[in-house]
């Protein structure tokens, strides 16, 4: 019984293709992606947003809008419209005016870490990276995106870095939001 042959089996088969595939896909990482080094760190120093100058007209501006708006307000008789329009312009007048920040930022494989604040990856649902540098991380934390200044980072490196921990999105263009945010210099 010591020379007695043994029987070939589905499960040997299995644990045969598990093994194999298990391989392949290492293979194939290591092909497709054999510069990717995750001891890599990312430092850099940018402002928390870009800051766009008003001029007079802009405040001139802001102020007809909310005359008109709240001469409407008024003739509908929506007093709780107006005192909504003015506590907005207020809110408005006060953002367009704050100057920006300089934040340090530190990009390692554990996540990105904004000052002493780390947002990890797993709370990072897509990215993407704008034609004028900025990065956009879609989270699920709020704010639900973030924006980041990507001065003096080799954007090339710190994208193919980044594909490996968070899905990229395809875009071509800025979406809504980001276009009437430049429109009205935010």
């Keep these: 019984m010591a020379n007695e042959e043994r029987k070939f089996d589905v499960s040997d088969l299995n644990e045969f293709t598990k093994v194999n595939e298990e391989e392949e896909v290492l293979d194939s990482d290591v092909q ?43 003739l509908m008789s929506n007093w709780m419209g107006v005192v909504m329009v003015l506590l907005g312009a207020v809110l408005i007048y006060q953002y367009a005016f704050k100057k920006p920040r300089k934040l340090h ?4 494989k554990d996540g990105l870490l904004i000052d002493d604040k780390p947002y990890m990856f797993e709370k990072m649902v897509s990215y993407w990276i704008s034609d004028s540098g900025v ?7 709020w704010p639900p995106r973030l924006s980041v200044q990507l001065d003096s980072v080799e954007v090339s490196d710190f994208d193919r870095f980044m594909k490996n921990f968070v899905n990229k999105e395809k875009r071509d263009e800025n979406d809504t939001g980001d276009n009437l945010s430049k429109w009205l210099k935010f």
């Design 32 to 74: 497709n992606d054999i510069s990717f080094d995750d001891t890599k760190v990312f430092e850099w120093d940018a402002y928390e947003f870009e800051y766009h100058q008003k001029s007079n007209s802009w405040v001139f501006g802001l102020i007809a809008v909310v005359l008109v708006v709240v001469t409407i307000f008024v």
């Design 105 to 108: 930022y530190i990009l390692t």
């Design 135 to 141: 990065l956009y991380i879609n989270a699920k934390w």
